[in-house]
Nanobody, 123 residues
Framework: VQLQASGGGLVQAGGSLRLSCAAS????????MGWFRQAPGKEREFVAA????????YYADSVKGRFTISRDNAKNTVYLQMNSLKPDDTAVYYC?????????????????WGQGTQVTVSS
């Protein structure tokens, strides 16, 4: 599985961005998909995850109510809609794929990673 993240950029606080992650391979719909982020000087942290069929979603407390994860299995793509962005959301955002049906917030449980896309929120 190869993952390609896109959609990052510079936005003012309170603004919105939508990240996309395009996946290769025929097993996309069987994978849990997740988004993580890493701010300068900080460890990579979990942001959101979605089940293979899209019925279940999970969020970090810091983004709950502002971010929405979704997927389109016909397009092998997962999205992260980010609203009400804050300067603290500034980070490199990574998409990741986990084989199986059990979601995880731990990055070492994910088997495949995209290259990351920079999100910068100005105050």
């Amino acid at each position: 599985v190869q993952l390609q993240a896109s959609g990052g950029g510079l936005v003012q606080a309170g603004g919105s961005l939508r990240l996309s992650c395009a996946a290769s391979g025929r097993t996309f719909s069987r994978n849990i998909m997740g988004w993580f982020r890493q701010a300068p000087g900080k460890e990579r942290e979990f942001v959101a995850a979605i089940s293979g069929n899209g019925d279940s979603t999970y969020y970090a407390d810091s983004v709950k109510g502002r971010f929405t994860i979704s997927r389109d299995n016909a397009k092998n793509t997962v999205y992260l809609q980010m609203n009400s962005l804050k300067p603290d959301d500034t980070a490199v955002y990574y998409c990741a794929a986990r084989s199986g049906s059990v979601y995880s917030t731990r990055q070492y449980h994910y088997d495949y990673w995209g290259q990351g896309t920079q999100v910068t929120v100005s105050s």
